[in-house]
């Protein structure tokens, strides 16, 4: 995801209107490293400017993601997540505090896959599932 800054620049010459609401959440999610759905976005974001509407936060997310600025995934943890990380990247989610972080796979062309037979893939997520370290240390 590219800066505030140069959001603000691209939002414009795709004709999409900038208002200080646009521009607060391409602030909270330059980096944003949470993958948050768009109801903690909403939360945090009305802590900074209260009266900021739900339907803005979906609308915002849902052009950066049609701009290719994010990705939306569902990563079975009931909600869409929000990423501003494009890199090519897997994920790993903690089956009880539900934190989510980025996994990097190298190598990933050389697995050995049965089962794909006539299927152009267009693209591959692995999901990691398991205890984050502070759930494993809790119920050591
Ligand atoms: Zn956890
Ligand atoms: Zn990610």
Redesign the pocket.
């Known amino acids: 995801m590219r800066s505030p800054a140069e959001l603000t620049e691209a939002f414009r010459a795709h004709g999409l209107k900038i208002t200080p609401q646009r521009q607060l959440l391409f602030r909270l999610m330059h980096g944003n490293e949470c ?1 948050p759905t768009a109801e903690a976005l909403f939360q945090t974001a009305s802590e900074q400017m209260p009266g900021i509407s739900l339907r803005t936060v979906y609308q915002t997310l849902n052009d950066l993601a049609t701009m290719g600025e994010l990705r939306s995934l569902d990563l079975g943890t009931g909600a869409v997540r929000f ?1 501003p ?1 494009t890199d090519d ?1 897997h ?1 790993v989610v903690c089956d009880h505090c539900n934190e989510i972080r ?1 996994v990097y796979v190298s190598g990933s062309d050389a697995l050995s896959i049965s089962g794909l037979d006539g299927f152009a893939v267009s693209n591959t997520s692995i999901l990691f599932n398991g205890l984050c370290p502070r759930c494993t240390a809790v119920s050591e």
Do not use: L, Q, T
Request: aromatic share 0%.
């Open positions: 993958h990423d990380n990247h994920h980025d």
